[in-house]
């Protein structure tokens, strides 16, 4: 196949434009020729572009842009294969002035004409300035125009959200209005924001409170507008310092509902892509035939994305979830660790390893020193997260960069991680959650009440807390997701196998057989770890003693209450 020589006409809005683009045989296409003509000044005193004199000025620029744009390429009407020309969505007379310019260039030069979708022709841009390759997620900007595409082909767009009143160009215009200051009204605004103080107004972060990628920004507008009245009443006036202030809190706003609404449209789009390996270190057959884990996980369908397999080749993958109990990630790794070295590595496991008291991420950073290594960890029971509940999760990562980069694979509509870098705070709030989750269950199965349980989840968070500052953790962290909000899931119900085996030591019964319980051996790893740190955890060794035999439950509890009185 030859080249094609293609010259487009743009007159959708207030810019008239041409340009000639090449594509050859092979290789990316070239732009010949780009040529823009504005009518900011035309509108600037109206406050907004006013759809009558944007047609009639593109009537008077047409003819001008497509001569400087053939020029400009070095070619004449017979170098070119077709005429291209926006056909909508845009302001209507524009739209039929450049259609009607590129009709006519069509037939006097006996050339294909084709009609281009103007969001399209944005859409597929990136394809010609930087050789995007399909499939690709966008957020699309444009006048009164603002949606989030997934693009996977020329013709293969699928939209996950837009704006359902004024777009951010809108808006932007509109708040320059009430503010008076000209026109166009984002170059404006962005002005008078680099100068002010974006937290001094409280103005709304719309639809951040609804699921979904839809966008409004209608709503913050107004609340610019009400603002400006408050300090109109108050003072007579608003001052250019107001002005400012008002500026950079509605840009502010704006920036947080795109990039959230962006993080949302691409876990939409990446939970549909797949496929996904799930590497069986044993009875791969069985739940491949079965597609589900009859096992661990009975009741659950895999998806038809989820391939299962006990080829070990799979753990290639670039982003592999290391989803073995804890003290099984050693052999693991060990078996497996040339395989892994190099690929981005999360660990799924919770607990401190037996042999050598160290977390999940030293383990795989010593076992495979070139790989990036990151944690999943916080309150998620795996039947939850199966099923699609709402769940939200600690992704620790000390590499900021690749941390972003993870949490964009794994975030799912239904899966909210959030990052931090403090992997130390994050490995033991999830470690010793299930050591104090042992310990309320042996309370409440000993049947001592909901007081001594309530005591019990206190003051194990705060061993918890003083061994992990020991480490150099953050304090934050043990507050949040992968700390408290662990605790507070895994101490409290019955679904919990750590909380269940406690009751059953308490109860003076037989824990339920074949479960992992990864507060057993946590327990033991905590009570050396704290003796080598110095630092004091009644309660995790009486659940280690507890554990291993050394100690009854009414032993346990009366050495804990038996201890001398302190402060808190």
């Not at 740190?533 to 009854?552: H, K």
Request: glycine content about 12%; overall charge neutral.
């Amino acid at each position: 196949m030859r080249s094609l020589t293609v010259l487009g006409i743009e007159s959708s809005c207030d810019d008239t434009a041409a340009g000639v683009v090449r594509a050859p045989q092979a290789g990316p296409a070239a732009i010949l020729s780009n040529v823009v003509m504005g009518q900011a000044a035309l509108h600037a005193a109206f406050g907004g572009v006013v759809p009558e004199i944007a047609a009639r000025a593109h009537a008077e620029k047409l003819d001008l842009a497509v001569e400087a744009a053939l020029a400009q390429a070095g070619v004449g009407l017979g170098d070119l294969d077709a005429v291209a020309v926006t056909a909508g969505p845009g302001l209507i007379g524009g739209v039929l002035a450049g259609v009607m310019c590129a009709k006519g260039i069509s037939a006097g030069a006996g050339l294909p004409l084709v009609g281009v979708n103007h969001l399209a022709g944005h859409a597929l841009t990136p394809r010609l300035t930087d050789g995007l390759a399909f499939p690709y997620l966008m957020l699309l900007v444009s006048g009164g125009h603002c949606q989030f595409l997934r693009v996977a082909g020329a013709e293969e767009f699928t939209r996950l959200g837009g704006t359902i009143d004024d777009a951010p160009g809108e808006a932007f215009d509109k708040v320059a209005r009430i503010l008076g200051l000209p026109q166009p009204g984002g170059p404006a605004v962005e002005a008078e924001a680099a100068r002010g103080d974006p937290r001094r107004f409280a103005l709304p972060r719309p639809l951040l409170d609804r699921p979904g990628c839809d966008l409004s920004f209608s709503g913050l507008k107004t609340a610019v507008l009400r603002a400006r009245d408050r300090l109109v009443a108050a003072q007579g006036g608003i001052t250019r310092a107001d002005r400012a202030d008002l500026c950079a809190g509605f840009q502010a706003a704006v920036v947080d509902v795109l990039a959230e609404k962006s993080r949302r449209a691409l876990a939409v789009a990446l939970a549909a892509r797949g496929p996904v390996t799930l590497w069986a270190r044993d009875g791969a057959d069985v739940m491949a035939a079965a597609r589900e884990n009859p096992a661990r996980l009975p009741g659950v369908t895999f998806p038809d994305a989820l391939a299962v397999t006990g080829d070990a080749a799979a753990l290639s993958a670039p982003v592999v979830l290391l989803a073995v109990p804890m003290q099984a990630l050693g052999g693991v790794l060990r078996v497996h660790g040339a395989r892994l070295d190099g690929r981005a590595l999360v660990a799924c496991c919770k607990g401190i390893d037996l042999e050598g008291l160290r977390g999940p991420s030293a383990l795989i950073a010593d076992a495979c020193p070139s790989a990036t290594v990151a944690v999943l960890t916080g309150p998620g029971f795996a039947a939850d997260i199966a099923a699609g509940l709402p769940t939200a999760l600690t992704l620790a990562c000390a590499d900021a960069a690749a941390g972003a980069r993870l949490q964009g694979v794994l975030a799912a509509p239904a899966l909210r991680p959030y990052r931090t870098t403090d992997v130390v705070g994050a490995e033991l709030g999830g470690a010793l959650k299930n050591v104090v989750a042992l310990a309320a269950g042996i309370v409440t199965g000993a049947g001592l009440g909901e007081s001594a349980r309530a005591a019990t989840i206190t003051r194990g968070h705060a061993e918890t807390v003083r061994l992990a500052l020991s480490l150099g953790a953050r304090a934050e962290t043990l507050a949040g997701l992968s700390g408290l909000g662990d605790l507070v899931l895994t101490a409290t119900s019955a679904r919990s196998r750590n909380f269940a085996h406690g009751a059953a030591l308490g109860a003076g019964r037989a824990p339920p057989p074949g479960v992992t319980v990864e507060g057993v051996a946590t327990a033991a790893a905590t009570r050396d770890l704290a003796a080598r740190r110095g630092v004091e955890m009644p309660l995790a060794c009486a659940v280690a003693d507890i554990c291993a035999g050394r100690l009854s439950v009414s032993e346990a509890i009366a050495a804990v209450f038996n201890r001398p009185l302190k402060e808190e």
